[in-house]
Each structure stands twice: as C-alpha cells, then as structure tokens.
C-alpha cells in the first residue's frame, strides 16, 4: 500500500533500544564488580546476577519475546504490501510502550505501572497481525 520503507523505522528504533539496555547492563554489572565486589566469574555461566543489574538483565531477556513476532510482522506487512498509515503507527505504539516498559522495569520497576504498558504494545502486535491476516484473506 505504501511505497516507502517506514515500516522498518519503528524496528530500528526498537533495535536501538536492545543496544542501550546491553549498554546498561554491562555498566551495572562492572559496577557491581568494581563497588561491590561481585566475582565476575559469575557471569561465566551467569549463576547470579548482582542486584543492580538483574532488572536490566531480566528486561533485556524481555527483548526478545514479544519483540520477536513484532519484527516478523513488520517484514510480513511489508512484504505482503500490507502496511499503510495505520500499521506504521501501531509499529511506533509499540515501539513507544516497549521504551516505556523498559524505563518502568529498570527504575521502579512498578507492575501496576508495567503492566498496562505491555499490554498496549501486546495489542498493537496483535492489531498489526490481525490486519496482515485480513490483507492477506482479500488480497
């Protein structure tokens, strides 16, 4: 439907968000090496996680789930021709509820706060895979 590669700017924007959460990460952890002493040995087989880092470890692990079928989406619409308007901007709800998701985990780390955010991006991948099966059932 659209002729522009919009649709990819919403996973590089995501991509870019996997990359600051490894940033921080690693800084937690050689804090967590360097103020407290933490055996760095540890994250031979990653037995522990010091606590300064395990809401960013366990964030970043969050990276990869959900964000997997959004990333499939994308390149599905995109391929099928399916994107328009509409999905470009449920790839950015998404995108913007997976930077929000994150700042709420590694901070406070609140669920009454979390929780409605993954849910919005949830149901804009949902939306986005629904409008593919729709375009795909008429095309």
Do not use: C
Request: glycine share 2%.
């Amino acid at each position: 439907m659209t002729d522009t590669t919009a649709m990819f700017w919403p996973m590089i924007a995501h991509a870019f968000l996997v990359f600051i959460l490894y940033y921080m990460l690693s800084k937690r952890r050689m804090a967590a090496i360097r103020d407290k002493g933490f055996d760095p040995r540890q994250f031979k087989e990653n037995l522990s996680e010091p606590a300064e880092s395990v809401l960013v470890h366990n964030n970043l692990k969050n990276q990869f789930e959900l964000p997997m079928l959004f990333h499939a989406g994308v390149v599905a619409i995109f391929i099928s021709n399916a994107d328009n308007i509409i999905t470009i901007a449920l790839a950015w709800i998404f995108v913007l509820s997976r930077y929000a998701h994150a700042y709420v985990h590694v901070t406070s780390n609140r669920l009454l706060l979390r929780r409605p955010l993954f849910m919005v991006g949830f149901l804009a991948t949902v939306l986005m895979w629904g409008w593919l099966a729709i375009w795909l059932a008429t095309s």
